[in-house]
């Protein structure tokens, strides 16, 4: 497993911080992606890493091989009446 972490650099130890720490100690010692099981939680993981930019998603999908499922997007209408909408890569 590589040593290299791609969590962003961690600040004061907030609520934020204490994320990226949960996040990094699952990427180094669990694997994040074997805690992971289905493709739609892996998208949901990425599309949030994304957003948050809490993890260098591109660099964790170097480093680490991922189940997307299939190139298409999967998208699905939530109660509230939002869609959402989930890309491969987040």
């Not at 994304?50 to 991922?66: F, G, H, K, M």
Request: proline share 4%.
């Amino acid at each position: 497993m590589p040593t290299s972490c791609p969590i962003q650099g961690l600040g004061r130890a907030d609520s934020s911080s204490l994320l990226r720490l949960d996040i990094a100690r699952k990427i180094k010692y669990d694997g994040i992606f074997n805690a992971i099981t289905t493709v739609k939680a892996v998208r949901l993981f990425l599309t949030w890493s994304r957003e948050t930019r809490l993890v260098d998603v591109d660099a964790l999908l170097e480093q680490y091989p991922v189940r997307t499922g299939s190139a298409a997007r999967w998208m699905s209408r939530l109660d509230d009446g939002s869609l959402l909408s989930l890309n491969p890569h987040g």
